[in-house]
């Protein structure tokens, strides 16, 4: 098992609305990608079907060489996928610390939970500093912390991000991207979808841009960055 995520063709959607049409994907291991768009145009949906929330009506998707459209979503993380949505979803009324156990569940996490948990303060020093404080307390920025380190609480092959900066004052959204920035130098491999497209093409190896549910262009960052359509559709340029 090489870690590798691979998607090729992937219809999907809701109910008769159909979201996306023939995404293909590739990210390797230890490499960061960005998936970035408009609003509506899937993004948020392609981290479904990646994490087994929504099953694609055709296509096929492998992690590490396994079929994950036959994978029931609940053992996902025991794959090595981990998926910090978009709204957090931390269990508002338990301490910082709390919400690391709740990410490290599985009997071999719980094995492992205070070498992890001392990982993700190193990672976060102001998560240990919280870690008696109920999480619904804390400010955007910090509960985006915490989920982030809640996910990592099981030592995942690939974190999945779904708009890490959404909410967030400039300068925080600052520090989250440079979190970001340190848990790929540690080698995780991460895929984050993302609107705030200077920002993540600034930490991410690769992107693709997704536009009305399809791959509409798709690049190294430096390549995209110095695209004109993408400097003049979501970088602000001419
Ligand atoms: P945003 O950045 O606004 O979150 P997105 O690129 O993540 O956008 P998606 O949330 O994946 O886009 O939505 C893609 C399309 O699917 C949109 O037209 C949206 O209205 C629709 N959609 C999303 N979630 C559902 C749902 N639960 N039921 C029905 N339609 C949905």
Do not use: W
Not at 16 to 30: C, K, S, T, Y
């Amino acid at each position: 098992m090489n870690g590798t995520l691979e998607l090729n063709g992937i219809h999907a959607g809701y109910g008769d609305f159909q979201a996306l049409f023939g995404i293909g994907l590739r990210v390797e291991p230890g490499e960061a990608v960005g998936v970035v768009g408009p609003n509506g145009a899937g993004k948020t949906t392609l981290l479904r079907v990646i994490s087994g929330l929504i099953r694609p009506t055709s296509g096929n998707l492998h992690f590490g060489g396994q079929d994950l459209a036959t994978t029931p979503a609940h053992l996902l993380p025991s794959l090595g996928i981990a998926h910090v949505p978009e709204n957090r979803r931390l269990f508002p009324h338990l301490t910082v610390e709390e919400n690391l156990k709740v990410g490290a569940y599985s009997p071999s996490a719980r094995a492992h939970f205070a070498e992890r948990r001392d990982r993700v303060y190193d990672l976060f020093p102001k998560m240990k500093q919280r870690r008696h404080q109920l999480a619904g307390t804390m400010s955007g920025g910090e509960q985006q912390m915490c989920a982030i380190g809640r996910a990592l609480m099981c030592a995942p092959r690939i974190l999945l991000l779904d708009e890490p900066s959404a909410g967030l004052a400039p300068i925080v959204v600052q520090q989250v991207f440079d979190l970001v920035r340190r848990i790929r130098e540690e080698g995780l491999t991460v895929l984050i979808v993302e609107q705030n497209v200077a920002q993540v093409l600034r930490v991410v190896d690769r992107a693709y841009v997704l536009e009305t549910g399809r791959v509409a262009a798709e690049g190294r960052s430096a390549e995209l960055v110095a695209d004109p359509a993408i400097r003049r559709s979501y970088l602000g340029g001419h």
